[in-house]
């Protein structure tokens, strides 16, 4: 097969590559709308009308039996994207000037310059093999259009653990390539970022990498005029420095915004952003020490530097206090920096929700966090990627959905989560009208199922270790990660109230009462913020421990249900065969993880089942 | 440091490495007793009198101030270095012939090709490097001299998992080095041996390993021709089949009967022995299958093959039921086969006993097994090597102390645990008396303190899985390998008598009684074979939890206190700090693993430290 045969899903009304002759938004907003009109067979006119005053905006008006597009210099191309997929779906456009909620829609692939992608689970690298750039250019611009469909105009495309020898992204030698690759990306309004290593001028020659040592600013400033001259539009820099083993400022004493500053400072003078990762804890926490409790960890180190950060410094901060678990109360981070530009960082790749096996669709999940998160705290959201050398692009078919909808959830975070997935639905699949609810409907209820039969309400870490497929509830549980849910004969959880380990301070009162009160603590985060004992009877009547077997019989019943489902659905192939596989292993993970949970809280607890279902002991 | 300056300790009274230009066993051992004698600044006369007949015998009778040294081609090389080490430490030579209880003493290396070792913990390969031979021709002497001087008389250099492309060992490019490696330890009186792909025929046109196909009994036999033409003394070759992955005869409903005699029939012509490991259970258990029982497989698929196995075929069995665990019973298939040749397999390298870190000497462990098991029932020993390309060969210092006593137990297991531990230690450290003794109680109490703060009373596999350092109750608990304790909050084990997996049944009356009844079921192996309540009370009056608590808090202390007679010992450098050095690691490790074993039992059954020592919660 051709890479050219390659194409996700919602793309399939616009099968042809774009010419690679195209070099402006415009020049590919006016391709693709003869390409769909043609493929559709529309003959409706379509006026395209550029104001660059528009910017990343654009207007689509009605007039006659057609449409007069007005769009900025990349305003135009999404605009272009919104009318087909209007066109294809049935929908009606948007009324009036569409704009982007958040300047920056940023794609973090983790991919290591060997080919391999860390937590990367659709195969290897689109961009690297072998310790260099080897990547399809046709395969390049269906990326890159992929990501303009929807809004996404940042791709970072090494991993945020700079690994020998991606660090040579920004060395003189890999620049001229780099520069291809932005070439590629450019027209489709989409700008690289770069994951640097924040040591690197210790690999240069210097001596030190102490961010208030003038050489290292020095070293920085000259390597950002470099840089830029060979990428004029270069999105930034992103860092993860002082976590999980990543050299950084504390090294030599400083704070993570003498840092921060010191890069954004390099960046200034070209316009741009210093994204800099708020992934910050001991990794090397003894499970003795009761006193540490890792999702403070983030919080305790960045909320007193609220308002120390430049202007072009971006905080990226994972969603929750932890590690995109199932399930987690939204950080406190991101309610703390009233001063600061945030980017909301959410996980496509299924880290430890699945891996492009299970079936897991992730708007219910963002929206849930929007009804903690006021939108105008953050500046920006990023997304850890799901993409990968398979021909589908996301492994299964449709672990798309979540690339789909994050870039138009990025654009605008008021959209319906339902309403997302029903129009990459009929994007992708021109199903029967039953069909297509029963498709909507299966996706949306998924992160229900996996949550049902993997964590019990809250409680998170009980995967594989290194892996994070599959059950092991003493996995972590003597571990230096600082992930530990102390489950003993009576009781499980970890309290972190007041009384606790104080963790619910980090929030503002409401927040913080909310949690800390057993009442209004919702069920599905109760283990999170309260120990309790397994007689503990929850609000609806049931103990908890009930809850915990309930929890997973129903969620293995419900992922069998799924499967009934989706036997139904006239989906194409090879996505129905791929689908069909993937659910036999998504149903052997369900069962496992039924399985051991219950036997694990059955042996520590010593309570059947109250309605007699297979427990083994 | 030059290869050559590398030495296991024991042989430190012969510093220089034998010439290569000899080419006798005969010249080897005039060479070390002329050298042994001008360092050690003796000066009595030696007479060599070489006699075919004694082959691999000797005797050493006294004449006037010198010795008489009577031996076959072999024989007189193993009577120069029992010579030498008498003298060096002040002991008495054996009177009378001296002749060794078992034909063949192997030593089984699980190197690779690619330079790794399984189980490996003293670096990389000795033989192997990037996929290619890669030695040291020093070094080999050196290796063959050690296996030499304490009787070890085949070495099989690769891994009994034959990973590509090791399988080329027995093809025409590989076999002239291969050659040329036997030749450097053909003096020594050591003759090769291979690990073997059962499968290897399908990598080389056939469509069938089928035993009983007669393409397949033509190939090896053709094979063995070829290998024999280059290396004529080989010792013949090992093989893992059907086990953990390996293919072998049950892939063509074949017997392991079938698979071994027809490999033995191709070897036989020229006197090669073919090794065949009964290593064989599902790696693939269920762990909610309660009727398959590990321990139980080697019998049952074995020991209804008694007396069905050719002349040259040798079964090479663990000492234990399971697989090189810190306590097991004698395993029952090496009580079972009356038959047929059996070498019994035990395991240098320390992959359950502390990677050569943590200080485990291992000869009281093997008399315990000979305990059991009749010394006439074995035909041979075979030994799981601990060596790498370390300075000293076996990481730890100490560690050497296992494959010198190795050796000398199979050539006599009668030989006192005790005293091949002091003449290692005599031969290898010049210690005053007093510290002479502290060393030699140190190691003799060492399998027993590893065994305190690990594994509690036979439970076995509460290890990190993968890796085998360090503790993980539940590393195993529902994993694929059949290695289960289910500890609940009541009591833990599993019952192994008649009444419940019945693997007692597989023993005579006599052993099957002894286990049976838990009165005279050893305290040390109770769990290996009963499932027992925490209150369960033992013959000293003390609780089943308790226990558990004292020994782990005992084991640590006992480790502390090795560590301080450590710091007495007048050890030579480099020695001294690396043995220092290892113990800060193992004081770590059983710290860890005392206070992890403690806190999983005291979650589980909620019953405090009757002492009121330190558990966490």
Same mark, same amino acid.
């Given at each position: 097969m051709k890479h050219s045969d390659h194409s996700l899903t919602w793309l399939t009304c616009l099968p042809e590559a774009v010419p690679a002759q195209a070099v402006t938004p415009l020049d590919v907003a006016r391709a693709e709308i003869n390409q769909a009109l043609a493929v559709m067979q529309h003959s409706i006119p379509v006026v395209l009308r550029p104001d660059s005053?528009?910017?990343?905006?654009?207007?689509?008006? &009605?007039?006659?039996?057609?449409?007069i597009l007005t769009g900025g210099s990349t305003g135009i191309l999404y605009g272009a994207y919104r009318l087909i997929m209007s /066109?294809?779906? #049935? #929908?009606? %456009? =948007?009324? #009036?000037?569409?704009? %982007?909620?958040?300047? /920056? &829609?940023? /794609?973090?692939? @983790? !991919?290591?310059?060997? #080919?391999?992608?860390? &937590?990367?689970y659709s195969g290897r690298s689109l961009f690297f093999e072998d310790g260099r750039f080897d990547y399809d250019p046709v395969r390049m611009r269906q990326l890159a259009r992929m990501l303009a469909s929807v809004g996404v105009n940042v791709i970072c495309i090494n991993n945020v653990n700079v690994h020998d020898p991606?660090?040579?992204?920004?060395?003189? !030698? @890999?620049? =001229?390539?780099l520069s291809d690759l932005a070439a590629i990306f450019r027209p489709y309004g989409v700008r690289l970022m770069v994951s640097i290593d924040y040591a690197h001028p210790l690999r240069c020659g210097l001596d030190t990498a102490d961010p208030l040592d003038p050489r290292v600013a020095d070293w920085w400033k000259t390597r950002a005029q470099l840089v830029y001259r060979y990428i004029p539009d270069l999105a930034g820099f992103l860092v993860k420095a002082d976590s999980e083993h990543r050299p950084g400022p504390f090294t030599y004493g400083r704070t993570h915004a003498d840092g921060a500053n010191m890069l954004a400072r390099a960046l200034a003078p070209f316009g741009g952003a210093l994204v800099w990762r708020c992934f910050v804890y001991n990794c090397l926490q003894d499970w003795r020490d009761t006193k540490t409790d &890792? %999702?403070?960890?983030?919080?305790k180190h960045y909320a007193c530097l609220d308002g120390q950060f430049d202007r072009n410094v971006i905080l990226q901060i994972k969603n929750g206090p932890f590690d995109f678990q199932v399930r987690e109360p939204v950080s406190p981070l991101l309610l703390a920096m009233a001063h600061t530009n945030m980017a909301l960082e959410v996980q496509l790749a299924q880290e430890y929700t699945g891996h492009q096996i299970d079936i897991y669709a992730m708007p219910p999940m963002w929206k849930e966090i929007f009804d903690d998160l006021p939108k105008e705290r953050i500046t920006a959201m990023a997304a850890v990627g799901n993409l990968g050398r398979d021909m589908n692009y996301t492994g299964h078919p449709f672990a798309a959905v979540n690339l789909f909808a994050f870039g138009l959830t990025a654009w605008n975070p008021d959209t319906d989560p339902a309403a997302l997935i029903r129009t990459w639905c009929r994007l992708s699949y021109a199903l029967p009208a039953a069909q297509e609810d029963a498709l909507v409907s299966l996706l949306l209820g998924s992160r229900g199922v996996y949550e049902k039969y993997t964590a019990p309400l809250g409680l998170c870490w009980m995967v594989e270790p290194h892996g994070h497929y599959g059950p092991s509830p003493m996995g972590y549980e003597y571990a230096l990660w600082g992930t530990y849910h102390k489950a003993n004969r009576d009781a499980v959880g970890i309290d972190r109230t007041a009384s606790g380990t104080g963790y619910t301070r980090q929030y503002d009162k409401t927040l913080c009462d909310k949690y800390e009160n057993l009442n209004t603590c919702p069920d599905n985060l109760k283990l999170f913020f309260h120990r309790l004992r397994y007689d503990y009877v929850m609000a609806d009547g049931r103990t908890l421990i009930q809850r915990i077997y309930d929890d997973h019989f129903e969620g293995c019943e419900e992922a069998e249900a799924m499967a009934r489902v989706l036997e139904t659905l006239d989906l194409p192939e090879p996505d129905r065969s791929e689908a069909a596989r993937r659910m036999a292993l998504q149903l052997k993970n369900a069962r496992e993880w039924r399985d051991v949970t219950n036997t694990f809280f059955y042996r520590l607890s010593g309570v059947s089942d109250a309605k007699g279902r297979r427990i083994y002991d």
């Amino acid at each position: 097969m051709k890479h050219s045969d390659h194409s996700l899903t919602w793309l399939t009304c616009l099968p042809e590559a774009v010419p690679a002759q195209a070099v402006t938004p415009l020049d590919v907003a006016r391709a693709e709308i003869n390409q769909a009109l043609a493929v559709m067979q529309h003959s409706i006119p379509v006026v395209l009308r550029p104001d660059s005053t528009l910017s990343e905006s654009f207007c689509l008006e &009605r007039e006659g039996e057609g449409y007069i597009l007005t769009g900025g210099s990349t305003g135009i191309l999404y605009g272009a994207y919104r009318l087909i997929m209007s /066109l294809k779906t #049935g #929908g009606t %456009p =948007p009324s #009036g000037v569409q704009q %982007p909620r958040y300047a /920056l &829609r940023m /794609l973090n692939c @983790w !991919d290591n310059a060997e #080919g391999t992608i860390e &937590r990367g689970y659709s195969g290897r690298s689109l961009f690297f093999e072998d310790g260099r750039f080897d990547y399809d250019p046709v395969r390049m611009r269906q990326l890159a259009r992929m990501l303009a469909s929807v809004g996404v105009n940042v791709i970072c495309i090494n991993n945020v653990n700079v690994h020998d020898p991606a660090h040579k992204l920004i060395e003189e !030698d @890999w620049l =001229p390539q780099l520069s291809d690759l932005a070439a590629i990306f450019r027209p489709y309004g989409v700008r690289l970022m770069v994951s640097i290593d924040y040591a690197h001028p210790l690999r240069c020659g210097l001596d030190t990498a102490d961010p208030l040592d003038p050489r290292v600013a020095d070293w920085w400033k000259t390597r950002a005029q470099l840089v830029y001259r060979y990428i004029p539009d270069l999105a930034g820099f992103l860092v993860k420095a002082d976590s999980e083993h990543r050299p950084g400022p504390f090294t030599y004493g400083r704070t993570h915004a003498d840092g921060a500053n010191m890069l954004a400072r390099a960046l200034a003078p070209f316009g741009g952003a210093l994204v800099w990762r708020c992934f910050v804890y001991n990794c090397l926490q003894d499970w003795r020490d009761t006193k540490t409790d &890792r %999702p403070m960890a983030a919080y305790k180190h960045y909320a007193c530097l609220d308002g120390q950060f430049d202007r072009n410094v971006i905080l990226q901060i994972k969603n929750g206090p932890f590690d995109f678990q199932v399930r987690e109360p939204v950080s406190p981070l991101l309610l703390a920096m009233a001063h600061t530009n945030m980017a909301l960082e959410v996980q496509l790749a299924q880290e430890y929700t699945g891996h492009q096996i299970d079936i897991y669709a992730m708007p219910p999940m963002w929206k849930e966090i929007f009804d903690d998160l006021p939108k105008e705290r953050i500046t920006a959201m990023a997304a850890v990627g799901n993409l990968g050398r398979d021909m589908n692009y996301t492994g299964h078919p449709f672990a798309a959905v979540n690339l789909f909808a994050f870039g138009l959830t990025a654009w605008n975070p008021d959209t319906d989560p339902a309403a997302l997935i029903r129009t990459w639905c009929r994007l992708s699949y021109a199903l029967p009208a039953a069909q297509e609810d029963a498709l909507v409907s299966l996706l949306l209820g998924s992160r229900g199922v996996y949550e049902k039969y993997t964590a019990p309400l809250g409680l998170c870490w009980m995967v594989e270790p290194h892996g994070h497929y599959g059950p092991s509830p003493m996995g972590y549980e003597y571990a230096l990660w600082g992930t530990y849910h102390k489950a003993n004969r009576d009781a499980v959880g970890i309290d972190r109230t007041a009384s606790g380990t104080g963790y619910t301070r980090q929030y503002d009162k409401t927040l913080c009462d909310k949690y800390e009160n057993l009442n209004t603590c919702p069920d599905n985060l109760k283990l999170f913020f309260h120990r309790l004992r397994y007689d503990y009877v929850m609000a609806d009547g049931r103990t908890l421990i009930q809850r915990i077997y309930d929890d997973h019989f129903e969620g293995c019943e419900e992922a069998e249900a799924m499967a009934r489902v989706l036997e139904t659905l006239d989906l194409p192939e090879p996505d129905r065969s791929e689908a069909a596989r993937r659910m036999a292993l998504q149903l052997k993970n369900a069962r496992e993880w039924r399985d051991v949970t219950n036997t694990f809280f059955y042996r520590l607890s010593g309570v059947s089942d109250a309605k007699g279902r297979r427990i083994y002991d």
